[in-house]
């Protein structure tokens, strides 16, 4: 038995930075990939700057005094996760997408004579 307390996750790998938001260690994304940038986040007790740093099953994250353990559990999903990870990959697609169209776009008018 672990001695840490387990959070689930549904998708793997997950970035830490939405981790860390999912796992509510911080109070938004933003505060996260700063604890992130400064050091402040231990990953399997090395200190990580990554904020996209993939964590999976196994991993354990320490930040601020608090110490999760990862495991992957495919059936779990809380509706802040789908929130944050299912709908943030969705809206990044979306931009892709979008700025594609606009370079298809530029291209053509500077190929018209």
């Not at 001695?3 to 996260?32: Q, R, S, T």
């Amino acid at each position: 038995m672990s001695e840490h307390p387990i959070f689930d996750i549904c998708v793997e790998p997950i970035e830490l930075f939405k981790l860390l938001k999912i796992a509510n260690m911080v109070g938004g994304g933003g505060e996260a990939k700063t604890m992130i940038s400064e050091g402040n986040v231990l990953v399997n007790n090395n200190v990580v700057v990554q904020k996209r740093k993939k964590i999976r099953h196994g991993d354990i994250i320490e930040y601020n005094g608090n110490i999760i353990e990862i495991a992957y559990n495919p059936a779990k999903k809380s509706a802040e996760f789908i929130n944050t990870v299912v709908l943030a990959s969705k809206k990044e697609q979306r931009k892709k997408r979008a700025k594609s169209k606009a370079r298809a776009l530029s291209s053509e008018t500077n190929t018209t004579p």
